[in-house]
């Protein structure tokens, strides 16, 4: 049986847990370390840690915060930010990450996401795309790249399909429109993405409610759903999530 994953996200900044709303505005709320090790043992099925100001502030991701994290959970752990090249994923796989995610370097060398894969497997490589609303590309959303600061003009869904292409073997699509505001996840987009590939793919930005999980995966055949808002400030537990995507019918780890 194919399992749907919940998956909660620890944005963070200098090495601390933050969540804004859009990609700005962002609150501290304590130590990532903490809350994957309290995520891990409520169930999650995976951690995604992603150092949201190394590519703008043009540095590599904190890998003491990666190392400590990783310590603590007994789950696969998704790293990015700041991941830029092959000795960046194997230091990070070294220190304990099972997937690495590239966003803005895969924008700017897209070979290094077929790199990556034959070093690392394609299990390994996760591709981000953050997305926008845009009239100027096919599909109506366009890629951003630097934590949302600069578009490319990339349509998101052929981008979408030329790393699969690659050798990227997840790809992780976020709504800048959607993040943090807790309206539901942008689900044309993600329906889209996921009907474009046939790698999985996690939605990304903006669950407010169990029901946003499940249009998630029901609308947006989406494979997973990443969590952040409504798991940092205890809306719901991450059981209270699956057991409720399981009352829907969709298959679960409980």
Known sequence: MEYRRVIPCLDTKDGRLVKGVNFIGLKELG???ESGAAYSEA???????????????RRRT?????????????VPLTVGGGVGSIR??????????????????AVRKPALVREAAHEFGPDAVVVAIDTRRSAAVPSGYEVVVRGGLDGTGLDAVEWARQVEGL??????PTSMDADGTKAGYD???????????RIPVIASGGAGTLEHLYEAIAQGHADAVLVASIAH?????????KEYLASRGVPVRL
Not at 47 to 55: C, E, P, Q, Y
Not at 167 to 172: K, P, S, V
Not at 233 to 241: A, K, N, P
């Open 187 to 197: 689900i044309p987009m993600t329906r889209l993405i996921a009907d474009a590939v």
């Open 167 to 172: 050798g990227a073997g997840t790809i992780l």
């Open 43 to 57: 169930g999650a099925d995976e951690i995604v840690f992603l150092d949201i100001t190394a590519t703008v502030e």
């Open 62 to 74: 904190f890998i003491q915060s990666v190392r400590q994290t990783a310590a603590r959970i007994n």
């Open 88 to 105: 960046s994923f194997a230091e990070l796989m070294a220190a304990g990450a099972a997937r690495c995610a590239i966003n803005t370097a």
């Open 31 to 33: 130590n990532p370390a």
């Open 233 to 241: 400030y205890g809306t719901y537990t991450i059981r209270q999530m």
